[in-house]
């Protein structure tokens, strides 16, 4: 390999790295974002649950930092945008109901590992450099393991009874 095409190679692994970075702090954003709201509703417990998830991808995003060496956060980048205005592991805000019980949350998570698996895995099979389909193809097999354990766990927690979102005292908003 030439060392032009060494730099390039190099400098699109680099970049997809940034964009790895990004798609779990994004998704440690708002599941912290998630479980700060649901205090806010004193839905406690599943408030919990979106705090540990926050702390399981901070560490994918803090594993990131230190493979890559990094000091500090790298500024973003767009050479390895997602498709949708949210990155591929972060919810929707529209997503968050103020009575979801952990069974919801945990369906959430599930959506989330598995549109991550589907990018990583489409990256994997893409025609970019060698060394950057390996580490996708590694970190999809990451969120298929993922995509497993969630439901193991979802297998554990209780299913929402019908009526679950009924409030016969909704919150009201003052100006």
Avoid at 32 to 48: I, S
Wanted: charged share 35%.
């Amino acid at each position: 390999m030439s060392p032009r095409k060494t730099r390039t190679g190099r400098k699109v692994y680099d970049e997809f790295m940034v964009q790895a970075y990004v798609m779990e702090n994004d998704a440690r954003d708002r599941y912290t974002e998630f479980a700060d709201q649901m205090e806010v509703h004193n839905n406690l417990e599943v408030a919990e649950l979106f705090r540990k998830l926050a702390r399981i991808e901070g560490l994918h995003a803090d594993k990131i930092m230190q493979e890559m060496g990094w000091k500090k956060p790298p500024p973003p980048s767009l050479a390895w945008a997602w498709d949708d205005m949210e990155s591929p592991e972060s919810a929707p805000v529209t997503e968050l109901h103020y009575l979801m019980q952990p069974y919801h949350a945990l369906q959430l998570a599930l959506r989330c590992e598995q549109r991550a698996e589907k990018f990583l895995s489409r990256i994997a099979r893409s025609k970019a450099p060698a060394d950057v389909r390996r580490v996708a193809a590694e970190m999809a097999e990451e969120e298929r393991e993922h995509v497993r354990l969630i439901r193991q766990w979802m297998k554990k927690t209780p299913k929402p009874e019908p009526g679950w979102d009924r409030d016969l005292d909704p919150p009201t908003y003052s100006e």
